[in-house]
């Protein structure tokens, strides 16, 4: 680990320098923020918030603290399901685009997005060259890291069926949650740049509790989250 020296006496701990950005950081729930914190380890820089679960909770726990305060960065994160193929349990996801994949109208051909029904926009871009970097920093790491679109639900998959016609909308999705397409709407408005940063607890498809690793998910959530002040410095 690399220290930087303060003075010639005292060295600051390299998890402790400042990040050269304010960061919001958004979570659900409070096992996810606490995961988060543990990670950044009380480096300057960084508010992290639970914001509820879903889209409607975090858009407005998120739009809220970026009126209290100035920030150039938002960032949607926690455990996810991810995709057979794309991403396996104990991974880590960070989205190269955020995507609201139930947002829209069932229609006798299929389900329409309300980008083509030309009543608004379901899906966002990210900061991809610093999602990029984070992602390359986590493999350095030795973690198992996939960037590729997180779908934003507001019911979580529990059947084959309904993975598989996700998967019909998008194919190359690589994880599911329920806030990102919230956290990423607030920081739109806000002309903020937005991450998205997943870790799998489970398997998109199915809904069997028991096989779910939530432990090893805000495990693998604490260690992308370590890496965030080096990336952003």
């Known amino acids: 680990m690399q ?37 950044l380890c009380d480096t ?29 960065l938002v960032v949607s994160a926690g455990i996810a399901g991810g995709f057979a193929g794309q991403a396996e349990i104990g991974s880590i996801v960070i989205a190269n685009s955020i995507i609201a994949a139930d947002l829209g109208s069932e229609t006798e051909a299929g389900f329409s997005s309300v980008e083509e029904l030309g009543f608004g926009n379901a899906r966002f871009s990210v900061d991809i060259a610093t999602a990029r970097k984070l992602a390359a920093a986590i493999k350095d790491a030795g973690s198992d890291v996939t960037m590729g679109p997180v ?16 998967l019909h909308r998008v194919p190359d999705a690589a ?20 991450l998205e ?18 432990k090893e998910a805000l495990q693998a959530l604490e260690t992308a989250s370590s890496l965030l002040p080096e990336v952003l410095r």
Do not use: C
């Open 44 to 72: 300057p820089g960084f508010d992290v918030i639970a914001g509820g679960v879903g889209p409607a909770a975090t858009a407005a726990s998120t739009a809220r603290h970026l009126i209290q305060g100035s920030y150039d």
């Open 175 to 194: 994880a599911e949650a329920m806030e990102g397409f919230g956290v990423a709407t607030a920081a739109a408005a806000a002309s903020l740049p937005v």
């Open 197 to 214: 940063i997943r870790t799998i607890s489970n398997q998109v498809g199915p809904r069997d509790r028991s096989a779910w690793k939530i």
């Open 3 to 39: 220290e930087h020296s303060q003075s010639s006496s005292v060295k600051i701990p390299e998890s402790h320098i400042p990040t050269s950005k304010r960061v919001l950081i958004v979570t659900a729930v409070d096992a996810e923020k606490d995961a988060v914190r543990r990670g």
């Open 151 to 166: 779908l934003t639900v507001s019911t979580t998959t529990g059947t084959a069926d309904t993975a598989q016609r996700l």
